[in-house]
Nanobody, 122 residues
Framework: EVQLVESGGGLVQAGGSLRLSCAAP????????IGWFRQAPGKEREGVPC????????YYADSVRGRFTISSDNAKNTVYLQMNSLKPEDTASYYC???????????????WGQGTQVAVSS
């Protein structure tokens, strides 16, 4: 069974940075599309950045482009989300997910972590 474990969330002031990690021991990230999603209270889960399976191209939501960076370290079976210039509206639970098809929609992803909370104070 695939297990994805997120870490790195916390409380930060606006303008600050956080790096989230998604570890998956024994899991080959290259075989899957990888996405970071977030969900704020009362809102739908939304894709933040995603890495496509195959060419490993990346896609970023307009709201985070230029501030967030997704990357992976295959040797460590870990995917990262570097978040800079954080804003209060970035406050949400953040999840990493892996899917067998390239997609930006959460319902297309097969495996999910338990989530990590990010809170940005103004």
């Amino acid at each position: 069974e695939v297990q994805l474990v997120e870490s790195g969330g916390g409380l930060v002031q606006a303008g600050g940075s956080l790096r989230l990690s998604c570890a998956a021991p024994g899991f080959t990230f290259d075989d899957y599309a990888i996405g970071w999603f977030r969900q704020a209270p009362g809102k739908e889960r939304e894709g933040v950045p995603c890495i496509s399976k195959g060419d490993r191209s990346t896609y970023y939501a307009d709201s985070v482009r230029g501030r967030f960076t997704i990357s992976s370290d295959n040797a460590k079976n870990t995917v990262y989300l570097q978040m800079n210039s954080l804003k209060p509206e970035d406050t949400a639970s953040y999840y990493c997910a892996a899917g067998v098809v390239n997609s930006y929609y959460p319902y297309d992803y097969n495996y999910w972590g338990q989530g990590t909370q990010v809170a940005v104070s103004s």
